[in-house]
C-alpha cells in the first residue's frame, strides 16, 4: 500500500467525468469502509458505502481544497459517518458519540492503492482455483454488483446456497494459497 | 436458524448488489443484514473488507464490485 493524494482526480471529477471518478472511488471506498468498522454491527455498511460514494460525486464541484491532501476524501468520511449514525439511530435508538471522529478521520491520511506484487499474488491464486468455485467468484465480479446473487446462480445452474458456498470456499481456498506467499489477507483488509 | 441457513445469510451480504429505496432514493441495506445477529454482522464485514481486496486486485482499473456498482449507476444516470 502507498499513500497518495486522490486530490488529484478532484479537478475532472468536479468537471463531471465519470472515469476520473472511478479512479477516484478505486483508492477512497477501502478507507471508507475501513472508517466504519464500528458500526458493522448496527448498520448495512456495504449500502453506506455506495450511498456514501454516490454524493461524493455530487458534493465534487463544491470541495475546496485547503492544502492537506484527500478533501474529497475527508468529505467523504464525514459523509458516511453522520449517514452510519443517522441509519444507527433509526433502527435502534443508539446514542452514538463524537469520540470516534477524529479516528474516523485519520483514514484520510492515506488513500490504499493495490501492491502491484500483491495484484499479481491474487491472480496467481485465482487461476488455480478449481472451477465451481472460480465460475461463483468471476460471476460476482462479471455482474459489477448490478445483478443477485440469484441470478448469477442460475445462470451458472447452480441453487442460491450452492452458489454462496461456492463463493465462501473461492474467497478460503484464495486466502489459504496467499498464505502460502507469506500474504496474510486479514492484515491488508 | 441452522448454521447452514446463518452461513448463507453471512455469505449473501458480502455482495455489491443493493437496491435503491423507491421512497427515499437512497441505497437501502441488505435485506440478509436484518437476520443476522451481532456476530454475524461482524464477521459479514471483515468477509467484505477481504473480499474487496480481492476483487480489485482481479480488476484491470483496481476497482471493487462496489466501485463498479456506483460508477456503474452513474453513467446510467448521466443525462
Known amino acids: ?189 | 436458524m441452522t448454521s447452514r441457513e446463518r452461513e448463507a445469510l453471512i455469505e449473501a451480504v458480502t455482495t455489491a448488489h443493493r437496491t435503491i429505496d423507491p421512497f427515499t432514493r437512497m441505497v437501502s441495506g441488505h435485506p440478509a443484514f436484518h437476520d443476522l445477529d451481532d456476530e454475524g454482522r461482524r464477521i459479514a464485514y471483515e468477509r467484505t473488507l477481504v473480499t474487496r481486496t480481492l476483487e480489485r486486485a482481479l480488476d484491470p482499473r483496481g476497482l471493487s464490485t462496489t466501485g463498479r456498482a456506483v460508477v456503474g449507476r452513474l453513467r446510467r444516470s448521466a443525462p
Do not use: Y
Request: charged share 30%; net charge neutral; aromatic share 4%.
Open chain 1, 1 to 189: 500500500m502507498s499513500a497518495v493524494d486522490l486530490d488529484d482526480h478532484l479537478p475532472a471529477i468536479a468537471a463531471g467525468d465519470p472515469d476520473a471518478f472511478e479512479r477516484w472511488v478505486a483508492g477512497a471506498e477501502h478507507p471508507l469502509r475501513a472508517s466504519l468498522r464500528s458500526f458493522a454491527t448496527r448498520v448495512d455498511v456495504e449500502a453506506v458505502v455506495q450511498e456514501g460514494l454516490l454524493r461524493a460525486w455530487n458534493v465534487a464541484p463544491r470541495i475546496v481544497r485547503d492544502g492537506a491532501p484527500n478533501a474529497l476524501l475527508r468529505v467523504t468520511l464525514r459523509i458516511v459517518r453522520n449517514l452510519a449514525i443517522d441509519e444507527a439511530r433509526r433502527a435502534r435508538s443508539v446514542a452514538i458519540g463524537d469520540d470516534d471522529l477524529d479516528a474516523s478521520l485519520s483514514f484520510a491520511t492515506f488513500a490504499a492503492m493495490p501492491d502491484p506484487l500483491l495484484r499479481e499474488a491474487i491472480h496467481r491464486c485465482s487461476e488455480r482455483l478449481p472451477p465451481r468455485p472460480r465460475s461463483a467468484l468471476d460471476a460476482r465480479i462479471a455482474s459489477q454488483g448490478a445483478e443477485h446473487d440469484r441470478t448469477l446462480a442460475s445462470r451458472l445452474g447452480m441453487e442460491l446456497n450452492t452458489f454462496l458456498q461456492n463463493f465462501t470456499r473461492a474467497r478460503k481456498l484464495l486466502a489459504d494459497c496467499l498464505r502460502g506467499r507469506g500474504i496474510d489477507l486479514g492484515e491488508l483488509a
